[in-house]
C-alpha cells in the first residue's frame, strides 16, 4: 500500500467520484447600469446594480459631466433617480441641456449637512425601488470625507446588495474605502484651445433649454481674438477597482485605462 | 311583512327614508314619498306589527326636530311589498293586509292604478296590456286576478301573468334596500388637552384605523385627509395631507400624519380631533413586465415625508425650468411618479439619441455666489480671489473666453444685467475652470460656480 499519494491524483480521485468539487464557482454575473458614455461602459462594464460606485477627482475633472450623463441614461430609460446633493450645487439649467428628465429625478437639496446628506441617502435606500442613488459630496473639504465613518458604506452596501439600485457616491478624494464595487478616478484636466476658432462656437454651448422668449445674451465685441473651447474636459485616466460587493479581497484586479473623450 | 309609509307631500328639508330609518335599518325609497320598510324583528321594540303602523302614524306628525316629518302619513302593512305599497299609496290612515287575503283590500283598485314600475314593465308594454284588459272588460284588480293564468299567457305572454301576480299581489321580490350616504368623518373629544405629539399619536391611530375601516367597506380609497385639531385656547389647527395616489393604509396614514403634526405643530394643548377624508376609487395599476421597478407608492410618499422633515419640505421635489434667460431660475415640484408604460421603449431611444447629439457640459452652480476680488490686466481678469462660508476660489487666470453680457427683466426691480466669463484658473499646480460676472449695476464680481 503505498503512503503517499500526491494532491493532483488525490483530486482526481476525489473528483471522479464526488464531481467537480474543486472547481470554485463564479457568481452570476452582476447586472450594470449604463454610464451614458461608451467609452467608460467599454472599460467598466457600466455601473454594477446593488453596489456602490464611486467617482472621484478634482474640480473640473469632469465629475459633474458623468453624473448628469448617468442620470440622463437612467431618466430616459425609465428608471427613477434620486439626487442628494450635499452642498446644493445642482444646476437644473446645465442638468437639462445634458438631456435629464426631471420628472424622473427626486433632487434633494443640502445645506453642507454632511449628516443629513447620508442619512436622506440612507431613506432613499431604504424605500426601495430607486434605479439610480448619486451621493454628491464632491464640495465637502477633503478633512471632512476622511472622518466618514466605514459603517456607513457597510450599511449602504448591505441595504442594497439584493436590490437593482446603483449607488454612487461623486466625491474629491475616495472615501468609501473597501465598500466600493467600482472605483473611477478622474485625473483630466480641463483644456483648451484657440483652434478652430470659429464665430458660432465662441460662445460654448452653454445650457439651452427649451424657451419660449428669444435670448438677449449677445458678444461685447472686442479686439482680441475669441477664445473657445475644443473640448472643456477630458477624462484621461480612469483607475477602475473591480470587486466583489462583499468580498473585496477575491477576483481582485487593478488595472490603468485611458481614455479621452474628445 | 313589509311596511309602506307614503306622505302625500313632506317639507323638502326633511326626508322620509330618514324617517324611516327610525324603525327599520331595510328601507327601499320607492319613489318621491314612498318609502317601504321590512318590519321582521321589530316586534321587540315596537310590538305588533298594527302597533308599530299606530307609532309610524303618530311620530310622522311630529316636526322635523323631534324625529318626524311634519305631516300625515299613510302606512300599510302586508306580506308583499308591492301589495303594501298598493295599499298605502290608495288607502288613507293605516291599513294591514293580512297575508293571503291581499284581494280582500286590493281587489277593488281600478286596474288603471295597477303600478307596473314596480316589476318593472315599460310603459308601452303595459299601456297595451291594460287597454285589451279593458276591451276585454276587466276594470279591477280582483277582476284581473280571477282570469285563468294559462290563458293571460296565451293571450299576454310573461308579462301580463307578471301584472297578474302584481294585482293579486302575490309578486316575489328583494327590497331595493336604499343604503344610507358613508360617513369618512371621525372626531374624538379627550378628557385632558394634550399637550405633547406621542400621546397624540394614540388617539390618530383609533381614528385612521375607523377610517381606512369605512374605506374598506366600501372599496374606497382617499387621497386627501384633513385634520382638524379644536385647541385649548379656543383656536383651531387644520391639517391637510394630500396624496398623489389614493390610498388606504391606515399604518402609512398614521406616519405621514404624525410626520406632519411633528413640522407643524399645534400652538396650543388639543381639546378634541376630528379626521375626514375625500374618498375617491382605489388606484387600479397593471404595470408591464419589462419596466423598470419603481418605488411602491405608499413608502415614496412615508420617504418624502420623512426627508422633508428631515432637509425642508421646500428642498426635495423634482426641478422645472422657469420660462425666463434668469440665471439659475428654477422651481421646486412635488416628485410623482410617473406611470409611463412604453412596452417598445420607442421613446426612450429618441430621447437618447437627442441626447447624443448635444453637448453635455457638468456645471455646479455656487449658492448664493462667491462675492470675488479680480485684479484686472488692460482691462481682462487676471488674477481672482473669492471666499465664502463653505468654499474658497482663488488663483492666477491663465486662459478665459468672454465677456458675453446677459440683461433681463428690465421692467421689473430685480433685472439683472451682467458680463460673464469663463475662466481657468491655476492655484499649486492645479486648474479649474470657473464662471465669473460683473454685475453692470454695482460693478461689483462674483463667481457663479465652475465647470465640472
Known amino acids: 500500500m503505498k503512503a503517499v499519494v500526491s494532491k493532483a491524483k488525490l483530486e ?8 467537480d468539487v474543486f472547481k470554485i464557482h463564479e457568481k452570476p454575473v452582476v447586472e450594470t447600469l449604463s454610464t451614458g458614455i461608451p467609452e ?51 444646476a437644473p439649467t446645465a442638468a437639462a441641456a445634458a438631456g ?66 446603483v449607488i454612487v ?90 481614455v479621452d473623450l474628445r | ?52 303602523a299606530n307609532e309610524i302614524s303618530l311620530r310622522a306628525k311630529k316636526a322635523g326636530p323631534q324625529g318626524g316629518v311634519e305631516s300625515t302619513v299613510s302606512v300599510a302593512i302586508a306580506a308583499n311589498p308591492d301589495a303594501a305599497i298598493h295599499a298605502a299609496t290608495r288607502l288613507p290612515g293605516i291599513t294591514f293586509v293580512s297575508p293571503g287575503e ?48 294559462a290563458g293571460v299567457s296565451e293571450r299576454l305572454g310573461q308579462v301580463g301573468v307578471t301584472l297578474q301576480q302584481l294585482a293579486a299581489g302575490k309578486t316575489e321580490r328583494h327590497l331595493n334596500v336604499k343604503q344610507p350616504a358613508p360617513v369618512f368623518a371621525y372626531s374624538i373629544e379627550l378628557e385632558h388637552a394634550i399637550t405633547e405629539l406621542e400621546p397624540l399619536s394614540f388617539v390618530f391611530a383609533p381614528l385612521l384605523h375607523q377610517l381606512c375601516a369605512a374605506l374598506n367597506a366600501h372599496a374606497l380609497a382617499t387621497n386627501e385627509l384633513s385634520v382638524v385639531m379644536q385647541l385649548e385656547n379656543q383656536a383651531t389647527h387644520e391639517r ?17 400624519l404624525l410626520l406632519d403634526t411633528e413640522m407643524h405643530p399645534p400652538p396650543a394643548a388639543v381639546r378634541s380631533v376630528s379626521i375626514t377624508c375625500e374618498p375617491v376609487k382605489p388606484r387600479v395599476l397593471q404595470n408591464g413586465l419589462f419596466v423598470p421597478l419603481a418605488p411602491a407608492p405608499d413608502k415614496l410618499e412615508l420617504t418624502l415625508a420623512r426627508l422633508a422633515k428631515l432637509v425642508g419640505e421646500e428642498n426635495i421635489g423634482s426641478p422645472a425650468l422657469l420660462d425666463t434667460h434668469r440665471p439659475d431660475a428654477f422651481s421646486m415640484n412635488r416628485f410623482t411618479l410617473k406611470s409611463e408604460n412604453r412596452r417598445d421603449g420607442k421613446g426612450a431611444k429618441n430621447r437618447q439619441s437627442a441626447i447624443g447629439n448635444r453637448q453635455s457640459l457638468g456645471f455646479r452652480i455656487f449658492r448664493p455666489p462667491l462675492r470675488a476680488v479680480v485684479q484686472a490686466e488692460q482691462g481682462w481678469p487676471a488674477q481672482i480671489s473669492a471666499w465664502g462660508k463653505r468654499r474658497s476660489v482663488y ?54 460656480g465652475n465647470y465640472d
Not at chain 1, 424605500?127 to 442613488?133: H, N, S
Not at chain 2, 331595510?26 to 320598510?37: A, F
Request: net charge negative; aromatic share 10%.
Open chain 1, 12 to 19: 482526481a480521485d476525489i473528483t471522479s467520484r464526488f464531481g
Open chain 1, 40 to 90: 467608460i461602459d467599454a472599460l467598466t462594464g457600466g455601473l454594477p446594480r446593488g453596489a456602490i460606485s464611486e467617482v472621484f477627482g478634482p474640480a473640473s475633472s469632469g465629475r459633474t459631466s458623468l453624473m448628469y450623463s448617468m442620470l440622463a441614461y437612467a431618466t430616459t430609460h425609465e428608471e427613477t433617480c434620486a439626487l442628494v446633493d450635499t452642498n446644493d450645487l445642482f
Open chain 1, 100 to 165: 435629464i428628465d426631471f420628472d424622473r429625478l427626486l433632487w434633494v437639496r443640502g445645506a453642507g449637512n454632511l449628516e443629513h446628506a447620508f442619512k436622506a441617502t440612507d431613506l432613499l435606500l431604504h424605500a426601495g425601488g430607486f434605479g439610480l442613488v448619486i451621493l454628491d459630496i464632491g464640495d465637502v473639504a477633503a478633512k471632512d470625507t476622511r472622518r466618514i465613518i466605514s459603517s456607513w458604506w457597510y450599511r449602504f452596501r448591505h441595504t442594497v446588495e439584493d436590490r437593482p439600485t
Open chain 1, 169 to 258: 457616491v461623486i466625491s474629491e478624494e475616495a472615501c468609501t474605502r473597501s465598500c466600493a464595487a467600482l472605483t473611477l478616478e478622474l485625473n483630466g484636466a480641463a483644456e483648451w484651445s484657440r483652434a478652430n476658432a470659429e464665430p458660432s462656437a465662441t460662445a460654448p454651448n452653454r445650457f439651452i433649454a427649451p424657451r419660449n422668449v428669444l435670448p438677449m445674451r449677445k458678444q461685447i465685441p472686442v479686439n482680441r481674438p475669441p477664445v473657445t473651447y475644443a473640448n472643456l474636459l477630458r477624462l484621461n485616466t480612469i483607475k477602475v477597482n473591480r470587486q466583489r460587493p462583499l468580498f473585496p479581497s477575491l477576483n481582485e484586479s487593478l488595472f490603468r485605462a485611458h
Open chain 2, 1 to 52: 311583512m313589509f311596511a309602506c309609509i307614503h306622505a302625500q307631500q313632506i317639507p323638502a328639508d326633511l326626508s322620509l327614508p330618514e324617517f324611516a330609518y327610525n324603525f327599520s335599518p331595510v328601507v327601499e325609497e320607492n319613489r318621491t314619498g314612498t318609502v317601504v320598510i321590512d318590519v321582521d324583528g321589530c316586534e321587540l321594540l315596537f310590538g305588533s306589527a298594527y302597533q308599530l
Open chain 2, 102 to 149: 291581499e284581494l280582500t283590500c286590493l281587489g277593488e283598485f281600478p286596474i288603471d292604478h295597477l303600478n307596473y314600475s314596480l316589476v318593472k314593465v315599460e310603459k308601452k308594454v303595459a299601456d297595451e296590456i291594460l287597454e285589451t284588459l279593458k276591451l276585454w272588460g276587466i276594470r279591477t284588480f280582483a277582476d284581473f286576478a280571477s282570469l285563468p293564468v
Open chain 2, 240 to 256: 391637510k395631507l394630500t396624496l398623489p395616489h389614493p390610498m388606504r393604509d391606515h399604518k402609512v396614514f398614521l406616519k405621514l
Open chain 2, 395 to 448: 488663483g492666477k487666470v491663465v486662459s478665459l473666453a468672454g465677456p458675453w453680457r446677459t440683461t433681463g427683466d428690465w421692467w421689473r426691480g430685480d433685472r439683472w444685467a451682467r458680463d460673464e466669463w469663463d475662466v481657468m484658473l491655476e492655484h499649486s499646480g492645479q486648474q479649474a475652470v470657473y464662471r465669473i460676472y460683473r454685475e453692470l449695476k454695482t460693478e461689483a464680481w462674483f463667481v457663479e
